[in-house]
């Protein structure tokens, strides 16, 4: 099935999930099946298999009112990307209903909500379009053929005399009845499902597909009345606020509660298990406000703990760099270094990056005896309500989980250990041990969120090119040191292959550059810091490591960096080259610099995507600005190229943001930042004017969200070169450590 | 007992004079279009009116609030709030949305204030609202259009 094999070729996809999981595996994996049979009745063991055979019954995803407004279910979490008007655009499509009454619904954790090729409902890898290009497409036509059964029954016609227009189903000939979609729907949805349907085959006769549309999530967010999961709001429901130990798993020795209980409104103030085999402190109050306040007031002492100190942390990383590990790639001659005539050799350094997406993480949850329903933006949603029917001693259908919208998420709410989520449950049950029957909603503040791990790992790169005389590339030597971010999850089966984690590496063994002789191999240290992917994983280092580097060899070779990397390109990668000879055109790559600025490049595959940017830069005393962005995107067939407008200026703008501002440091295992003050983020005035040229293609849709991300740093270093003569090695920027 | 005035409402909130304007909406008053991003006046997300002025809800406690409040929820009440939310729609401003209230609450008070504001002026009145999906050109856009159908 051409969608199963779409779904699992896109690059992205696949390293965040490359096979279907099964979720007895998961359960395993998960420990959920600790514990007893608990999960015997529910077990439900899909295979690739079943998924080409899963029937999408268009009841879950659309329903059509008697006035024909048509909601359709999304089966993915809405958090800035645009998937809530993108899915509908591919079933109004087919369905061949007005655009203007198509509504968005967030669909609840559900089997029929998985991904058909993942087997789990999730939000990651900038998969959402690209997996569901052909599902959400079928659902359409699947409702358009029953609704015609519908009429033709009605009418006493053959269903093959019918056609549709803008929800209506028409006769074109004899009596030129027409029924509207909504005065149908109830009929249609009684008749048995069709077995085959066909999807429109030429983009020439999309109506919808393909056209810049404005999203359908605009009006409520412009007047406060959309839910996000901090907004939900229940009956009777408490807040809490959970005190993190300062180190990562760390315990409390001894905690006084006075202070903290004498603030109006706080109900209790509980020891509770937190994530990672910790203990924190949960306070429990009538509102945000008495909760932080008595929190302010509460006096905890806590075991002695430490952790890692992130200048020792480096020097470590640099020292192990120099040793080859676990091998990633070997190609050609390992030796070849050793008959270069020159090398250059560079030491890179990434640091821990925390998300920060502007919503700090929140769940509502409601626990009772027997269920548990919780409202929440949660990119995993399955992987959740498993975790929560575990900490809950329920089972998994006893648990409820509705999606919400977030703001924003960038991986942070696709974590396989759910922590939040669990800590949330810990929190619900140590309220019914102190005697509140009640509802609580568990508020990250911005310095939990901050503090509270699951960071991009930290990352030191060491490369060595070798050239020969004539400067020409003759090997490349790379060592790749950071945590395993899949190590230890159920993931880790599927993407960790010899002990190398494939989200170290993706973006260096996956080059489309021809690098002879090309050595990678893998260094993953066991740190206490919790890691996890982060708006584009790992190629939000790789990309900065490779492109910065071919930029260095053509200096070395006195060539223009564009025409130095088409040379360099394998040339079965002719997207690679549509890519850079678009971002060429468009941003006037051959016409002079303006003075006191500097130009650069850099184009990175991800995702299944392409994207490249050309900055021009300034810097004023060690302070570099970024002028103009041009950059080009091939992600295959743009179904909504506002959005990929869009998501490509808001991926360069994450990377932008942390390659001026971003890092976590450490002392003793302590976080050093704490909220928006010292981990600063990009602001407006520090905005690039930005133009996005999209690759016109008919291939599938391919990722859109993260593609932009990896390309941005590594253009701006390219540039401060240019102008400065500085090779920016180490991020974030600091032109006076360079 | 503190008594405010909520979108031309008069409304009255049982917390703690020290508790801030933002948590009275939302915890008090059930007004949730107004955001908590950092608590510490950091990020913007929760930019209201008071007496006209943008003013951080999450560092104003309630007992100081001496002017009218308007909020996200009120901001249509008025031409140029609804002038700069529909700019928001026309250019497709929005991402997320988590920190949208803040811009429109921003880019309106800048727009009462200036009517036909120069690109420095909307970097620097909106410089104290951070946006994580980088919707900031089009922010750009949607402002300098809006002063456009205001004019």
């Given at each position: 099935m051409r969608f199963l094999d779409n779904a699992l070729r896109t690059q992205g996809a696949a390293r965040l999930v490359p096979v279907k999981l099964n979720r007895r595996e998961f359960l395993k994996a998960t420990g959920a099946a600790a514990g007893g049979g608990l999960m015997l009745g529910f077990a439900f063991e899909a295979t690739a298999q079943d998924a080409k055979k899963m029937v999408f019954p268009p009841s879950s995803f659309i329903r059509i009112a008697p006035d024909g407004t048509t909601t359709v279910m999304v089966n993915?979490?809405?958090?800035?990307?645009g998937v809530s008007t993108a899915l509908p655009m591919l079933i109004a499509e087919e369905l061949d209903c007005e655009w203007s009454k198509v509504r968005a619904e967030l669909a609840p954790a559900a089997e029929v909500y998985a991904d058909p090729g993942f087997g789990i409902q999730m939000t990651g890898g900038s998969t959402s379009v690209a997996s569901s290009w052909k599902q959400y497409r079928v659902i359409g036509s699947s409702a358009r053929a029953m609704l015609v059964a519908a009429a033709a029954q009605q009418w006493g016609v053959d269903a093959s005399k019918l056609d549709t227009r803008n929800g209506f189903v028409i006769e074109p000939a004899g009596q030129k009845r027409r029924a509207s979609y909504g005065s149908l729907a109830e009929a249609a949805a009684k008749l048995p499902l069709p077995t085959r349907v066909g999807l429109k085959a030429d983009p020439a006769d999309y109506f919808i597909i393909g056209r810049p549309t404005r999203r359908l999530d605009s009006q409520e967010k412009v007047n406060g009345s959309a839910q996000f999961g901090i907004d939900k709001t229940l009956p009777n429901m408490r807040v809490a606020l959970l005190v993190h130990p300062p180190v990562f798993g760390g315990k409390v020795a001894a905690f006084d509660p006075t202070k903290a209980r004498a603030v109006k409104g706080v109900e209790a103030v509980v020891q509770v298990p937190v994530d990672r085999g910790g203990t924190g402190v949960a306070i429990i109050a009538r509102g945000y406000w008495p909760a932080k306040t008595a929190r302010d007031a509460l006096d905890i002492k806590w075991e002695a703990a430490t952790g890692p100190t992130t200048a020792d942390q480096l020097k470590i990383y640099r020292e192990i760099a120099l040793q080859p590990g676990l091998p990633a790639r070997s190609d050609g001659d390992a030796a070849a270094m050793t008959q270069a005539a020159k090398r250059i050799e560079a030491v890179f350094e990434f640091p821990y990056l925390a998300h920060a997406p502007m919503e700090p993480l929140n769940a509502v949850i409601d626990l009772k005896a027997d269920a548990c329903t919780v409202w929440c933006g949660s990119q995993f949603q399955t992987i959740d309500q498993l975790a929560i029917a575990t900490a809950s001693g329920l089972k998994p259908e006893q648990v409820t989980l509705n999606t919400m919208q977030a703001g924003g998420g960038f991986g942070r709410r696709a974590n396989p250990s759910s922590d939040y989520l669990v800590e949330g449950v810990n929190i619900a049950k140590a309220m019914k041990q102190a005697g509140i029957d009640a509802p609580v909603k568990i508020i990250w503040s911005r310095e939990d969120d901050i503090r509270g791990g699951y960071y991009r790992p930290l990352f030191v790169h060491r490369v060595v090119a070798g050239l020969d005389a004539g400067n020409a590339l003759r090997a490349w030597n790379h060592t790749i040191v950071g945590q395993s971010i899949l190590k230890g999850t159920p993931f880790e089966k599927y993407l960790v292959k010899d002990g190398v984690d494939s989200s170290a590496t993706e973006g260096v063994v996956d080059t489309p550059y021809r690098l002879p002789n090309l050595q990678v191999s893998v260094h993953h240290p066991e740190v206490n810091v919790p890691v996890l992917w982060w708006r584009s994983v790992g190629h939000s280092h790789t990309a900065f490591v490779m492109e910065t580097m071919v930029d260095e060899l053509a200096r070395a070779a006195k060539q223009d960096p564009i025409a130095y990397r088409l040379a360099l390109l394998d040339p079965k990668h002719t997207r690679v080259r549509g890519v850079l000879q678009l971002v060429r055109d468009k941003s006037s790559w051959t016409s002079p610099v303006p003075k006191g600025r500097g130009r650069g490049v850099a184009v990175h595959e991800s995702f299944g995507s392409i994207v490249a940017h050309v900055v021009e830069v300034s810097v004023d005393k060690n302070t570099i600005r970024v002028h103009k962005v041009t950059s080009a995107i091939d992600c295959g067939f743009a179904v909504n190229p506002l959005t990929v407008e869009a998501q490509v200026q808001s991926a360069m703008v994450f990377g932008l943001s942390a390659a001026l501002h971003g890092q976590i440091t450490m002392k003793d295992g302590v976080v050093q930042q704490s909220n928006f003050a010292d981990y600063p983020v990009l602001r407006l005035p520090e905005m690039p004017e930005i133009s996005v040229h999209i690759v016109p293609s008919k291939a599938d849709p391919s990722g859109v969200g993260e593609p932009g991300t990896p390309p941005i740093a590594p253009a701006v270093a390219n540039a401060v070169f240019a102008l400065t003569g500085k090779r920016l090695r180490k991020l974030p920027f600091d032109l006076a450590q360079a | 007992m503190t008594r405010l005035t909520v979108n031309g409402k008069a409304v009255e909130v049982d917390a703690d004079p020290a508790t801030p304007l933002l948590w009275a909406l939302r915890d008090n008053l059930g007004m949730t279009g107004t955001k908590f991003g950092c608590g510490i006046a950091a990020c913007g997300a929760c930019t209201v009116h008071v007496g006209g002025q943008p003013v951080r809800s999450c560092v104003t406690p309630i007992s100081s609030v001496s002017g009218p409040v308007t909020t996200i929820e009120g901001a249509s009440g008025d031409r140029v709030g609804k002038a700069v939310q529909d700019a928001w729609i026309k250019h497709d401003v929005i991402q997320c949305g988590y920190c949208q209230s803040g811009q429109i609450m921003a880019a309106t008070a800048l727009l009462k204030s200036k009517k036909n504001p120069s690109e420095a002026d909307i970097d620097s009145a909106l410089s104290g609202n951070l946006c994580r999906c980088g919707t900031y050109a089009r922010i750009r856009a949607a402002v300098k259009d809006a002063a456009r159908t205001l004019a």
């Open positions: 993915r979490l809405e958090f800035g990307q | -």
